[in-house]
């Protein structure tokens, strides 16, 4: 069945660094991706998504590129800020319904 | 435009209840999700709803259970808690299901403890 493997946590990072966090997926055809991030008390609010490959999402200087080739969607940022600390899930949708699968998420933490 | 309500925020109950949890979606939206969030199990799909009907089922017993109303509030039930029911439940509103350009919004979630 369809499924998201995630890099494991928690991610610690000095304000500025680069962050990547890796994500790979099973599905059968073309499935949607997905970046959500959750913060403390929160529910998801959705980072940025890719509907087919080669597609590049992108928001709020994250980016992702959907890889067909590698079943990825690694999320990167280039310089993080405190306030990118949050819990990030990776996410698929299969194209048999709305149902969402999630990865296990990654805590970052970024200290100034 | 108000987004996905839920309620209650938090609820503490004990083994043998059952309780009820709300989610209101955002306006327009006639689908909804219910997830249910642990350390251990993660993110994980309880069942979805559109036009008052479920569509997809994920792999819970059938203690959990849910609904959908004319105007497309819906309600999860969990009869006589366990331990393990101890978790976040965070419900999500889309337009409609399926789409490869539906996006789901989820709501802030309702924190069950079982004592």
């Known amino acids: 069945g369809d499924s998201v493997t995630q890099m494991e946590g928690p991610v610690t990072l000095s304000e500025e660094a680069f962050l990547t966090i890796n994500c790979t997926y099973t599905a059968t055809g073309y499935p949607s991706l997905f970046w959500y991030v959750q913060y403390p008390g929160e529910g998801l609010q959705l980072l940025l998504k890719a509907t087919k490959a080669d597609d590049k999402g992108s928001n709020k200087g994250f980016e992702a590129t959907y890889r067909k080739e590698t079943t990825s969607f690694h999320l990167e940022k280039g310089s993080v800020q405190v306030s990118d600390s949050a819990v990030y899930f990776c996410a698929l949708r299969g194209l048999s319904g709305n149902q969402f699968y999630f990865g296990t998420g990654t805590s970052l933490t970024v200290i100034p | ?115």
């Not at chain 2, 799909?45 to 109303?69: A, C, D, I, M, V």
């Not at chain 2, 969990?78 to 539906?102: I, K, M, R």
């Open chain 2, 1 to 115: 435009k108000a987004g996905v309500t839920q309620t209650p925020r938090y609820l503490i109950k004990t083994r043998g209840q059952q309780v009820t949890l709300s989610c209101s979606p955002i306006s327009g939206h006639r689908s909804v999700s219910w997830y249910q969030q642990t350390p251990g199990q993660g993110l994980q799909f309880l069942f979805e709803y559109f036009s008052e009907t479920q569509r997809n089922k994920g792999n819970f017993p059938g203690r959990f259970s849910g609904r959908q109303f004319s105007n497309s509030r819906s309600e999860m039930n969990v009869s006589t808690l366990e331990l393990g029911d101890s978790a976040l439940y965070l419900c999500a509103s889309s337009l409609a299901p399926g789409g490869v350009y539906n996006e789901q919004f989820f709501g802030p979630g309702t924190r069950l403890t079982v004592l």
